[in-house]
DNA sequence: CTCGATCCTAAGCGACCGCTTAGTTTTCCA
DNA sequence: TGGAAAACTAAGCGGTCGCTTAGGATCGAG
C-alpha cells in the first residue's frame, strides 16, 4: 500500500501505530488467555503459557517488535490504554504462579519477579529471532517452556 | 552539548553511534568477564554473570538500550565489528554452562539456548527498568542471579 | 456490465533533520 | 591570570518526512 493511501483509513501515522499495536496486544493476550485455558493445574498453564507465549515472538516477530517496543511512540493517552493489556497479562501470570507456589508446586521468593521473568524471556525473542536461523520458533518454546518451570521452582 | 558542537568531535551521526555502542559493549564485557573471574567453579560464576549482568542493565538502563536496541541503525560493517563481541560474550557464558553440566552441576539440553536465555533476562530489563520503580537495580540482580542458577539446572 | 470502493501515481506544502559555517562565550590549567 | 581548547548560539542548505490533494487505474459484488 503507498503512503497516500494509507491516510484513506487512518487520520495520523500515530492512530495507525496505535491500532497496529492495540491488534497486537489483544493477539498475545489471546494466546496466553487460550493458554491458560487449557488446564486448571498451575503447572501445565505455566508450561501452556510459556510455550505459546514464546513462539508467538518468534512467529510473529515482526508485530511483536511493534509490540514491544513501539509503545514509546504512542500518545499519552494510547500508552495508557496500552499498558492495562499488559497488566492484565503480567497479572494473570503472576496470580497462576501464586497459586502454584500456593500448592506447593511451585517455589519462588517473589511470584510478581518471576512473573515478569517469564514474560521477558518470551518478549526478548522478538528482538534476536531471525527466520531462517539455526532455531525453529518450536524449538526455542520447547526449550523455554522447560526454563520458565525450572525458574519457578517446579520439581 | 549542542547539536552543532557534536560535529567537532564526530564526522557523522552513524559514527557518533557506534563510538557509543562500541563504548557500551565493552563496558557490559568487562563486566562480564570480571565476575567471571571472580571464581573457576561454573556455578559461581555464572550466579555473579547474572547478577552483575543483571544489574547493569538496570543501572545504566539508557547506555544499555543503545546497545540492544540501536544496532540496526548501524552501518553493515560497524554491525559485523559489534557482532564479534557480542558473539565473545554468548559463548563465554556458553562455555561456562557447558563446564557446569559436564561437571554434573548443571542439567541442561542445549547449553547455547541456556545462555541466550541467561542473557535474555538481563538484557530485557533495560527495556522495562525504570528508576525510582518499586525494585532496586540490587533487588532485581539479586532475583536474578538465582532464576538464572535454576534456569540451568543447578542444584 | 456497471458502480462504488479502494488502490495507485504525481505533485506539493510546511516542518524537521543531518550537517556546516561563522562568530562568540566559557572553561580550565600552566 | 592569559590563552588555548572546547563549548555555545544563530543562520542556513539540501533532503526527507508527515500529510494532503487531484486524477486515474483496478477490482469485486450485485
Redesign the pocket.
Known sequence: ????????????????LYQLSLSGHRDVQMVLEQAAARSEVPEEQLRAIAHDYTAWHARCHTMAQVVQYEMAALSPQHVEQIAQIRREMQHRVRDIIAAGAEAGRFHVEDASIAALAVLSLGIDVARWYREGGTWTPEYIAEHYRELALRLVGSA
Do not use: D, G, I, Q
Not at 497516500?4 to 495520523?12: F, K, N, Q, R
Open positions: 500500500m503507498s503512503a497516500a493511501s494509507v491516510y484513506v483509513h487512518y487520520p495520523t501515522k500515530e492512530e495507525l
